[in-house]
């Protein structure tokens, strides 16, 4: 696909306002995974940085049927977004591809055949991704949207294993080289400001990202949750974390942005976590559609765009 900048950077939701006419919605189905990091296949107690209910909204529980998330999650987005023309299946808490094989085929053809759901968002890990999986998806995305969205989180070796991904760059490599080479739309998924990482080293993401086959990325920037290992690791070295004012963000993001290939759709730059999962929330309860706006005015005033830098660079 060719992504178009009708605002000064590529955004996800402008794709699907290309591809579909309207706005499209993402419902998030929790289908009952595990990861490999937290079943003892390659270790437990799962990423330091994660509890899946900070992102998981009340509609969607493993108990419930994959339809039956979906029907919930229609009713609660069609209340805020009436202007949507379809809806997107999420497979999105813990990795949404380890499990056998039909087993998978069996939860992606149920949310597929929901009469409002266009296609479905794939959420998993590099290394549970193997030419079996992709020969299924990629048979899936001849009648309906498919995507796969990879976390891949760090480009460093050494704080994928400082955090327990359980998995190596090389890995994430791999495998979103082999998802270009079946033909699948994928996207990435990456965290700014990891314990042990300079700005420098964050920077040095877009240099990473630019050598991938990804048709979109996602930051979030770190959020300590309540409860999870990070969160005891900041209280004991809070100086080998990189944090940052709203508005430092904002600016240090552009730098990223400046840096990365202008084709990329960015689907997100900042995260929202509920306040009772947090400590505290250091930039107030501010909205991502207030944080973008705000990103489009600092755009604007730095006369930036996402690539400016990018032909400088190669």
């Known amino acids: 696909?060719?992504?178009?900048?009708?605002?000064?950077?590529?955004?996800?939701?402008d794709f699907f306002r290309e591809k579909f006419g309207a706005r499209v919605q993402k419902l998030?189905?929790?289908?009952?995974?595990t990861c490999p990091n937290r079943d003892g296949s390659l270790g437990y107690g799962g990423c330091s940085f994660c509890d899946n209910r900070a992102f998981h909204p009340g509609y969607?529980?493993?108990?419930?049927?994959?339809?039956?998330?979906?029907?919930?999650?229609?009713?609660?987005?069609?209340?805020?977004?009436?202007?949507?023309?379809?809806?997107?299946?999420?497979?999105?808490?813990?990795?949404?591809?380890?499990?056998?094989?039909?087993?998978?085929?069996?939860?992606?053809?149920e949310a597929l055949s929901h009469p409002e759901v266009t296609g479905i968002v794939i959420g998993t890990r590099p290394d549970c991704v193997d030419s079996g999986v992709l020969e299924?998806?990629?048979?899936?995305?001849?009648?309906?949207?498919?995507?796969v969205e990879y976390g891949i989180e760090s480009c460093y070796d050494r704080t994928l294993r400082r955090v327990n991904r359980g998995h190596?760059?090389?890995?994430?490599?791999?495998?979103?080289?082999?998802?270009?080479?079946?033909?699948?739309?994928?996207?990435?998924?990456?965290?700014?400001?990891?314990?042990?990482e300079s700005r420098d080293d964050m920077l040095a993401y877009a240099d990473a990202i630019n050598s991938l086959p990804l048709d979109t990325v996602k930051f979030h920037q770190l959020q300590i949750i309540r409860g999870t290992a990070m969160e005891a690791e900041y209280e004991r070295s809070p100086e080998d974390f990189v944090t940052w004012t709203l508005d430092e963000y904002?600016?240090?993001?552009?730098?990223?942005?400046?840096?990365?290939?202008?084709?990329?759709?960015?689907?997100?730059?900042?995260?929202?976590?509920?306040?009772?999962f947090v400590k505290s929330t250091p930039w107030g309860l501010v909205r991502n559609y207030d944080i973008i706006a705000r990103m489009e005015k600092r755009l604007e005033e730095r006369d930036s765009r996402q690539g400016k830098l990018y032909n400088t660079q190669i």
């Open 1 to 13: 696909m060719e992504a178009t900048l009708h605002k000064r950077y590529c955004s996800y939701s």
């Open 28 to 33: 998030v189905v929790d289908a009952g995974f």
């Open 60 to 109: 969607s529980t493993p108990e419930k049927s994959i339809a039956t998330q979906l029907d919930e999650g229609i009713e609660f987005h069609r209340r805020r977004y009436r202007r949507s023309c379809g809806y997107l299946a999420y497979f999105q808490p813990h990795t949404n591809t380890y499990a056998p094989l039909e087993r998978l085929r069996s939860l992606y053809s």
């Open 136 to 147: 299924l998806l990629k048979e899936l995305s001849k009648d309906k949207f498919v995507i």
């Open 168 to 196: 190596s760059w090389q890995q994430a490599v791999d495998a979103v080289r082999a998802t270009a080479e079946a033909g699948l739309m994928q996207g990435a998924h990456f965290i700014l400001g990891l314990p042990g």
């Open 250 to 276: 904002i600016d240090f993001f552009i730098d990223i942005l400046e840096r990365l290939r202008p084709d990329l759709y960015i689907e997100r730059f900042a995260g929202e976590v509920p306040p009772r």
